[in-house]
């Protein structure tokens, strides 16, 4: 096969090297513009498990490379006068100059023509079998081939400078630096027996107010570096050089950007490493991702049998992988930015905080590694609620109002389209029965709606009349009478989003007969085959808000200890809010204070209704994840406006305001919402904060609440799995505290876990080891799911 390619760095050379090992009379090429030994940076990091993978590819190879790693399993965190030191991480480091070279010699060993100095001829794919780009983030294949490729480039807040240092550290270190100007922070490691990289990292407004901009706009030559700032870094951080020098090289002040790309092959042309994807440095190595990347490349290419089937199995390989690991990035590159917002943390909060940011990292992974360090963020945690140590964070109990919940798990609302008429029956009883003997400190109804035409579908529940309301209230007594849980009342109005079917008949797909007319803030649907709603009229809110208002009474009525005012996922109040759903051109419409002017109505008037001794939530969409609709700053001043008004607490969800939307997936994925909710606004009000969405296990709520990201966590699609999930956190946890109580007469079932999840694993990896012992070149080993996060 004959094989051009672009890029002379890691990714590129190491390619190049396994490909010509797996078989000699590939006839392989690699342009590189620069010089061999024009390299800029200083030390490239690797997980265990990357190191892995290279082991077994080219064992000399990786030998090579051992012998110059340095390594370390601690990461120090420096922060506001303490330093506080976590084991076991396992990392290794080396200098990327040194890496290159030895690739370098490796292809050379191997007959790789490699030619330096030379950028590559056009129309390498009519000339060659395979055309590989590996030319880096601002990739110009990429960037030739953009209608294909599709990428997208995301350049972020921060300003940062790579530099060197003399100074050996022992560990992962990170810097968190309080100056008048703002929070600066550095990410160091050792690389060699010599020397660390030294990465300065700031917010740009902390950059602008510090001065660094003095230089900007300054087109610095290829390999000149920004002295003025470099001076200036070398005495704002003497005291953490300690008397050692800083070194730069290439280095100027840079903003990250997040490359992404709808495709990574056309043809026979494909990328990899940073001209398919990059990933903010402080989860790890984009040169970890790129030799990944090649590793992966060359298996595919040699298990199948023509290129295009080869790269699409490339593609589908990694892509997942790369996802995941820069969905894990993103959520870190954004603590960073947003690290102003944790400096008023307690110290040992602040570290466990840092070092879970990427929600990859959790409670559960740190004392795995380090016990003493999960030990002391437990008793933090336990001290600043004035209460003993010892008990897992979920189970500390939480005052909402006058209202005491044992612990800090909700069963988040869930709708269940089963009511008839808008009456609950036997289904409500027993899910939300069956949910608050599952040990859930409090339970949440279903939208319940507040009219006939406020309804979802026809299977709503509702509370527009008597017959409801003592429906509701034998519900209500069971979860008193049998168990210590809390129950609230979600209320709510479909808006635009009403008149359609039952979930599993067709989820928001209008109804075939039997509609009903549907109201919105504007005439504008939610979706492609959704009704347009009518434009509400100021009749029409006064109706609305009186509706409202009986629907709460007969909840108080009812015997509810909360009532939660549904104003996120597109309904009536929802679509009030966002400039999506909201076109209106009066007082109810335009500016963010206009659009909130309705819903605060409507809470106002449900507040006044409702008992002043029992707590008053609001749920909220933090994003419409859409280009032109809220935004999580915008959500920020929402909280704000509801706080002011007399909100206990703001539930923070998502989306679900327009069918267009596209939000981001992943794990705890809606959590940085309620983060920055509670630490720009809520916690110094007093107010709680909930946090939904995707939340899996207990592992993730002990994380969330110890980190501070939120005071409650709310789960539901985990309790529709297990209604007894909190019964069983308790008991895999070995807790047997009055904050889970197992009802007496379940109380035989308690049990621990049968095995570790260690115990679990340890066949499979066997089986890995059996299967790569038969193998001569080994491509193939198993990535871990959790990037390396430093």
């Given at each position: 096969?004959?094989i051009a390619?672009?890029?002379?760095g890691?990714?590129?050379?190491?390619?190049?090297?396994?490909m010509?090992?797996?078989?000699?009379?590939h006839?392989?090429?690699?342009?590189?513009?620069?010089?061999?030994?024009d390299?800029?940076?200083?030390?490239?990091?690797?997980?265990?498990?990357?190191?892995?993978?290279i082991?077994?590819?080219?064992?000399?190879?990786?030998?090579a490379?051992a012998?110059?790693?340095?390594?370390?399993?601690d990461?120090?965190?420096?922060?506001?006068?303490?330093s506080?030191?976590v084991g076991?991480?396992?990392?290794?480091?080396?200098?990327?100059?040194e890496l290159?070279?030895?690739?370098?010699?490796?292809?050379?060993a191997?007959?790789?023509?490699?030619?330096?100095?030379?950028?590559?001829?056009?129309?390498l794919?009519?000339?060659?079998?395979?055309?590989?780009?590996?030319?880096g983030?601002?990739?110009r294949?990429r960037?030739?081939?953009?209608?294909?490729?599709?990428?997208?480039?995301d350049?972020?807040?921060?300003?940062?400078?790579?530099?060197?240092t003399?100074?050996v550290f022992?560990?992962f270190?990170?810097f968190?630096?309080?100056?008048?100007?703002?929070?600066?922070?550095?990410?160091?490691?050792?690389?060699?027996?010599?020397?660390?990289t030294?990465?300065?990292?700031?917010?740009e407004?902390?950059?602008?107010?510090?001065?660094?901009?003095a230089?900007?706009?300054?087109?610095?030559?290829?390999?000149?570096?920004?002295?003025?700032?470099?001076?200036?870094?070398?005495?704002l951080?003497?005291?953490?050089?300690?008397?050692?020098?800083?070194?730069?090289?290439?280095?100027?002040?840079?903003?990250?950007?997040?490359?992404?790309?709808?495709?990574?092959h056309?043809?026979?042309?494909?990328?990899v490493?940073?001209?398919?994807?990059?990933a903010?440095?402080?989860?790890?190595?984009?040169?970890?991702?790129?030799?990944?990347?090649s590793?992966a490349?060359?298996?595919?290419?040699h298990?199948?049998?023509?290129?295009?089937?080869?790269?699409?199995?490339?593609?589908?390989?990694?892509?997942?992988v790369?996802?995941?690991t820069?969905?894990?990035?993103q959520?870190?590159?954004?603590?960073?930015?947003?690290?102003?917002?944790?400096?008023?943390?307690?110290?040992?909060?602040?570290?466990?905080?840092l070092?879970?940011?990427s929600?990859?990292?959790t409670?559960?992974?740190l004392r795995a590694r380090?016990e003493?360090f999960a030990?002391?963020?437990?008793?933090?945690?336990?001290?600043?609620?004035?209460l003993k140590?010892?008990?897992?964070?979920?189970?500390?109990p939480?005052?909402?109002?006058?209202l005491?919940?044992k612990?800090?798990?909700i069963?988040?609302p869930?709708?269940?389209?089963?009511?008839?008429?808008?009456?609950?029956?036997d289904f409500h009883?027993v899910?939300?029965?069956?949910?608050?003997m599952?040990?859930?400190?409090?339970?949440?109804?279903?939208?319940?709606?507040?009219?006939?035409?406020?309804?979802i579908?026809?299977g709503?529940?509702?509370?527009?009349n008597?017959?409801?309301?003592?429906?509701?209230a034998?519900?209500?007594?069971?979860?008193?009478?049998?168990?210590?849980?809390?129950?609230?009342?979600?209320?709510?109005?479909?808006?635009?989003k009403?008149?359609?079917?039952?979930?599993?008949?067709?989820m928001d797909?209008?109804l075939?007969?039997?509609?009903?007319?549907?109201?919105?803030?504007?005439?504008?649907?939610?979706g492609?085959?959704?009704?347009?709603?009518?434009?509400?009229?100021?009749?029409?809110?006064?109706?609305i808000?009186q509706d409202?208002v009986?629907?709460?009474?007969?909840?108080?009525?009812?015997?509810?200890?909360?009532?939660e005012?549904?104003?996120?996922?597109?309904?009536?109040?929802s679509s009030?809010?966002?400039?999506?759903?909201?076109?209106?051109?009066?007082?109810?419409?335009?500016?963010?204070?206009?659009?909130?002017?309705?819903?605060?109505?409507?809470?106002?008037a449900?507040?006044?209704?409702w008992?002043a001794?029992?707590?008053?939530?609001?749920?909220?969409?933090a994003?419409?994840?859409?280009p032109?609709?809220?935004?999580?700053?915008?959500?920020?001043?929402?909280?704000?406006?509801?706080?002011?008004?007399?909100?206990d607490?703001?539930?923070?969800?998502?989306?679900?305001?327009?069918?267009?939307?596209?939000?981001?997936?992943?794990?705890?994925?809606?959590?940085?919402?309620?983060?920055?909710?509670?630490h720009e606004?809520?916690?110094?009000t007093?107010?709680?904060?909930?946090?939904?969405?995707?939340?899996?296990?207990?592992?993730?709520?002990?994380?969330?609440?110890?980190?501070?990201r939120?005071?409650?966590?709310?789960?539901?699609?985990?309790?529709?799995?297990?209604?007894?999930?909190?019964?069983?956190a308790?008991?895999?946890?070995?807790?047997?505290?009055?904050a889970?109580?197992?009802?007496?007469?379940?109380?035989?079932g308690?049990?621990k876990p049968?095995?570790s999840r260690?115990?679990?694993?340890?066949p499979?990896?066997?089986?890995?080891?059996?299967d790569?012992?038969?193998?001569?070149?080994?491509?193939?080993?198993?990535?871990?799911?959790e990037?390396a996060?430093?």
């Amino acid at each position: 096969m004959k094989i051009a390619i672009v890029g002379g760095g890691p990714g590129g050379l190491y390619f190049a090297a396994l490909m010509k090992q797996l078989d000699p009379a590939h006839d392989i090429t690699v342009w590189e513009r620069n010089a061999p030994d024009d390299t800029f940076g200083f030390g490239v990091v690797f997980s265990d498990e990357t190191l892995g993978g290279i082991e077994n590819a080219d064992t000399e190879f990786a030998e090579a490379m051992a012998r110059r790693f340095a390594r370390w399993t601690d990461i120090d965190i420096h922060f506001r006068g303490e330093s506080h030191t976590v084991g076991g991480q396992g990392f290794a480091a080396m200098s990327r100059k040194e890496l290159l070279r030895l690739l370098q010699e490796r292809c050379h060993a191997l007959g790789v023509d490699v030619r330096f100095r030379t950028p590559a001829p056009d129309g390498l794919s009519a000339s060659h079998d395979l055309v590989v780009a590996a030319d880096g983030a601002n990739s110009r294949i990429r960037a030739a081939h953009s209608e294909v490729f599709r990428p997208t480039l995301d350049q972020r807040h921060n300003k940062y400078m790579w530099l060197g240092t003399d100074r050996v550290f022992e560990a992962f270190q990170f810097f968190v630096k309080q100056t008048e100007w703002g929070t600066m922070q550095v990410h160091g490691y050792p690389y060699s027996d010599g020397g660390s990289t030294f990465i300065v990292e700031m917010h740009e407004d902390v950059w602008r107010r510090a001065g660094f901009d003095a230089t900007e706009g300054v087109e610095f030559a290829p390999g000149v570096s920004d002295e003025q700032a470099v001076e200036r870094i070398r005495g704002l951080f003497a005291g953490e050089l300690a008397g050692h020098h800083v070194f730069a090289n290439n280095s100027k002040w840079l903003n990250f950007t997040t490359v992404r790309n709808e495709r990574w092959h056309h043809g026979n042309l494909v990328l990899v490493g940073d001209a398919a994807h990059t990933a903010h440095f402080s989860i790890g190595s984009g040169t970890k991702l790129a030799m990944e990347d090649s590793l992966a490349l060359a298996a595919c290419l040699h298990e199948h049998p023509d290129v295009e089937a080869a790269l699409t199995a490339y593609e589908t390989e990694r892509r997942p992988v790369v996802e995941s690991t820069q969905r894990a990035a993103q959520a870190s590159l954004e603590w960073f930015e947003n690290i102003g917002m944790y400096v008023h943390q307690e110290p040992t909060q602040f570290c466990f905080n840092l070092l879970t940011r990427s929600r990859r990292i959790t409670y559960d992974n740190l004392r795995a590694r380090d016990e003493e360090f999960a030990g002391r963020v437990d008793t933090a945690f336990a001290a600043a609620q004035g209460l003993k140590g010892g008990v897992p964070a979920m189970f500390h109990p939480f005052r909402l109002g006058e209202l005491e919940l044992k612990n800090r798990v909700i069963v988040s609302p869930m709708d269940m389209y089963s009511a008839v008429d808008g009456v609950p029956g036997d289904f409500h009883l027993v899910h939300l029965g069956s949910k608050a003997m599952g040990g859930a400190g409090l339970v949440m109804t279903e939208m319940v709606c507040t009219s006939p035409e406020g309804r979802i579908t026809p299977g709503c529940a509702g509370l527009w009349n008597d017959e409801q309301r003592d429906s509701w209230a034998r519900i209500v007594s069971f979860v008193h009478d049998r168990s210590t849980a809390r129950i609230g009342l979600q209320l709510g109005h479909a808006g635009r989003k009403g008149s359609t079917r039952l979930m599993w008949e067709g989820m928001d797909d209008p109804l075939p007969y039997g509609n009903w007319e549907t109201v919105g803030p504007s005439p504008l649907p939610y979706g492609a085959g959704s009704a347009v709603p009518r434009e509400v009229t100021r009749a029409d809110m006064d109706r609305i808000v009186q509706d409202f208002v009986g629907a709460a009474r007969r909840g108080a009525e009812a015997g509810f200890d909360l009532l939660e005012l549904h104003c996120a996922h597109g309904y009536l109040l929802s679509s009030f809010l966002s400039p999506v759903a909201n076109h209106r051109t009066d007082e109810y419409g335009g500016a963010l204070e206009n659009r909130l002017r309705f819903p605060l109505e409507v809470f106002d008037a449900v507040r006044a209704a409702w008992p002043a001794g029992r707590p008053m939530l609001v749920r909220l969409s933090a994003t419409d994840w859409m280009p032109d609709g809220n935004t999580e700053h915008d959500a920020v001043e929402i909280a704000r406006a509801f706080i002011a008004h007399g909100a206990d607490a703001i539930d923070v969800s998502s989306g679900q305001v327009t069918a267009d939307e596209r939000p981001a997936y992943g794990r705890s994925y809606q959590t940085p919402f309620a983060d920055r909710i509670r630490h720009e606004v809520a916690a110094a009000t007093g107010t709680a904060v909930i946090a939904v969405g995707a939340i899996a296990s207990y592992d993730d709520v002990n994380s969330i609440l110890l980190a501070g990201r939120a005071d409650l966590c709310a789960l539901g699609r985990t309790h529709l799995y297990d209604p007894h999930w909190t019964l069983h956190a308790a008991a895999e946890q070995e807790y047997r505290g009055d904050a889970a109580q197992w009802p007496v007469q379940f109380e035989a079932g308690r049990r621990k876990p049968p095995t570790s999840r260690t115990d679990a694993v340890r066949p499979r990896l066997s089986m890995l080891r059996a299967d790569e012992s038969d193998r001569n070149v080994h491509l193939r080993w198993t990535p871990s799911p959790e990037p390396a996060n430093v």
